[in-house]
């Protein structure tokens, strides 16, 4: 078994779109109509068989106020994985993009917490070392 699929729930398919592939460089991968929505993945371009992202409207009753909890909060919905979470957030900070964590060092892992323009919180994480 393996994860094949993972979501997000978006409020604005659109807007999601240009977010994940044009800020943070996912490549889209499926872009089906299925009604008023549209079933839309994206991937990494490092593994374009791999793990798909799937921006899922937020059209279900449970799925804004979660959302907004969350947020307020500061409970980041998902985590990507990048190789220097420094240059990341410098790399996305010079592109507009708004953090509510800047880079922090947590033992085992180094985070920061992003806003996605869509409604949610996104940790991205680096993997550190161990001590030798």
Not at 45 to 51: I, S, T
Not at 86 to 101: N, P, S, Y
Request: hydrophobic share 45%; with cysteine; glycine share 6%.
């Amino acid at each position: 078994m393996r994860i094949n699929l993972a979501s997000v729930w978006v409020d604005d398919q659109e807007k999601a779109l240009r977010f994940y592939t044009d800020v943070l460089g996912f490549a889209k991968k499926t872009d089906v109509p299925t009604g008023e929505h549209r079933w839309l993945t994206v991937v990494s371009p490092e593994a374009p068989d791999g793990v798909e992202l799937l921006l899922e409207p937020d059209a279900h009753p449970a799925a804004r106020p979660l959302k907004e909890a969350l947020v307020a909060d500061g409970i980041p919905f998902t985590s990507f994985a990048v190789d220097d979470v420094h240059a990341e957030f410098d790399r996305l900070k010079g592109l507009g993009v708004t953090f509510t964590q800047e880079p922090a060092d947590m033992g085992p892992v180094t985070t920061a917490v992003l806003d996605d323009t869509c409604g949610n919180l996104i940790m991205i994480a680096e993997t550190n070392e161990p001590a030798a």
